[in-house]
C-alpha cells in the first residue's frame, strides 16, 4: 500500500508548515534561537579553554548538547528563509548564512572538531548582528 504512507508524508508536511507559519519571529528568536545560541557560545568557550595544555577534554554530553543545538537552528533556519522571510538582500544573506552555519556546527560538533565548530559559532554570531542592524526593531533589548 504505497499511496498511504506519501498522503500521510504530505499532510503532515502541511500541518509543519502551518506551525511554522504561526510562529512570530520575535518568538522563534526568543524561544529557540536565543537558549540554542547561547549553548552553543558556552560549548564554544569550554571548547577553547580544554585547547589549553593540560586541560580536560570537552565531556562528551557537552558535544551533543551543541550538535542538538545546532539543529535546533537548523529547523529555526528554515523558518527564516520560508514562513518568516521579510524582502530585502541583507535578510536573504543572512537567513542562508545561518542555515549553512548551523549545518557546519553540528557537523563540527558531531565530529568533535574543536576549530571547525569554534569558526561555525563565531560567523553564527555574526549573521545574528548582520541581520538585526537591519531588520530587528531599535527597541534598545
Ligand atoms: C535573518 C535575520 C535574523 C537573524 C539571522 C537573526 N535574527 Fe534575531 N531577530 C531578528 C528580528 C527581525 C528580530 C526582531 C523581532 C521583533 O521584535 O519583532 C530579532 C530579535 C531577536 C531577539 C530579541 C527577541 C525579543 O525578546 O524581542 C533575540 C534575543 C535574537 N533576535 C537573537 C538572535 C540570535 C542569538 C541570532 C543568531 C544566532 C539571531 N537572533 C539571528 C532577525 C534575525
Not at 504505497?2 to 502541511?14: G, I, K, M, N
Not at 537558549?35 to 580536560?56: D, K, L, M, N, W
Not at 551533543?64 to 538582500?89: D, M, T, Y
Not at 560567523?123 to 526593531?137: D, E, F, I, N, S
Request: proline share 6%; aromatic share 4%.
Amino acid at each position: 500500500m504505497r499511496p498511504a504512507p506519501l498522503a500521510l508524508v504530505f499532510c503532515l508536511s502541511l500541518a509543519g508548515a502551518a506551525v511554522a507559519a504561526g510562529v512570530s519571529v520575535k518568538d522563534e528568536m526568543k524561544t529557540v534561537i536565543a537558549p540554542a545560541f547561547s549553548t552553543i557560545s558556552a560549548v564554544s568557550v569550554e571548547v577553547a579553554q580544554a585547547h589549553r595544555p593540560g586541560a580536560a577534554k570537552v565531556p562528551e554530553a557537552r558535544w551533543h548538547a551543541a550538535v542538538l543545538a545546532a539543529q535546533a537552528l537548523k529547523r529555526s533556519a528554515r523558518n527564516l528563509i520560508g514562513p518568516q522571510k521579510e524582502p530585502g538582500a541583507v535578510w536573504t544573506k543572512s537567513a542562508h548564512d545561518f542555515a549553512r552555519l548551523a549545518a557546519a556546527a553540528e557537523a563540527a560538533a558531531g565530529k568533535k572538531d574543536a576549530a571547525g565548530f569554534s569558526t561555525a559559532a563565531d560567523a553564527l554570531g555574526q549573521t545574528c548582528a548582520t541581520c538585526h542592524a537591519k531588520y530587528k526593531p531599535k527597541t534598545g533589548d
